[in-house]
């Protein structure tokens, strides 16, 4: 099996990497600059997502399924195509100054047994035009992020259960569902904010916990979700700027119209819940 690799330094920690290598926007620009199409179904890809990419004339084509995405990297492997097997592997790690390093790598088996491998070489040499691109897209996103404005979201928690708020406006998002937050204003830390804006959109008083998934780009902006309880002798939550609340449980929480960024943690989400 014929494997390509490219390892390369982001500046920027590995929650914000991890981010990025989510995000199909630059995923695609990254497959558009090796001369290809990327289209995807989602702005931020989780674990079971596909993806499909066509080269120049849509002539040939693949789909790629995602295996694994979280703060150590991003996995895919072939879900249909041409090729009998293909594997791209992201790994990151944080580099000790407040960077990242990345450990891309590419492997694919060629179809048609030893006639196929007489394709091996155009395929490296389009393979490395992509990890090429791949690096300065990625490092170009993580640098916009890295000065972005930072919008926090409360994962409250309560008897194994999950707080939701559906969302009432604008029109193009109203019905969906996501977690309580807003944006950290000047001089606010992120628990800082999701206090105040837990008591302003809640009416509940709550305590801010540990950091929960990566870093999730929402245009210009960057998402991170705390999680948090209510602290005790708290009102009960009111839907002050949304539309309705609900407490889900494991198997509610999967079946919810999320946002696509608040889409993107469930996985952590049932972690918090499943004992």
Not at 9 to 27: C, H, S
């Amino acid at each position: 099996m014929p494997v390509i690799s490219l390892d390369h330094r982001v500046a920027g920690p590995p929650e914000l990497v991890a981010g990025v290598l989510r995000e199909t926007a630059p995923a695609a620009a990254a497959v558009a600059r090796a001369g290809a199409r990327l289209t995807a179904q989602a702005a931020l890809l989780v674990a079971g997502d596909e993806v499909r990419v066509t080269l120049p004339g849509g002539l040939v084509g693949c789909r790629t399924r995602i295996t694994r995405a979280g703060r150590d990297g991003l996995w895919s492997e072939l879900a249909a195509g041409p090729a009998a097997a293909l594997r791209h592997a992201t790994r990151i790690v944080a580099d000790g100054t407040g960077g990242t390093l990345v450990q891309d790598e590419l492997a694919w088996t060629a179809p048609l047994g030893g006639f196929g491998r007489l394709t091996d070489p155009v395929l490296r040499r389009y393979g490395h035009r992509l990890l090429d691109a791949r690096r300065d897209v990625l490092a170009e996103r993580a640098g916009e992020l890295r000065v972005a404005p930072v919008v926090v979201g409360a994962a409250i928690v309560r008897d194994g259960r999950l707080l939701a708020a559906q969302r009432s406006y604008p029109a193009a998002l109203a019905g969906r569902w996501e977690l309580p937050g807003g944006g950290v204003e000047a001089g606010e830390s992120e628990a800082g904010a999701l206090v105040r804006e837990c008591a302003e959109e809640l009416d509940a008083r709550v305590e801010i916990g540990e950091r929960l998934g990566t870093d999730l780009p929402i245009g210009r902006r960057v998402l991170r979700i705390h999680t948090a309880r209510l602290l005790p002798g708290s009102p009960e939550p009111q839907p002050r700027e949304h539309r309705a609340l609900c407490w889900v449980g494991v198997r509610e929480i999967a079946a919810l119209g999320w946002l696509d960024a608040d889409r993107a943690v469930v996985a952590e989400l049932l972690g918090l819940l499943r004992p």
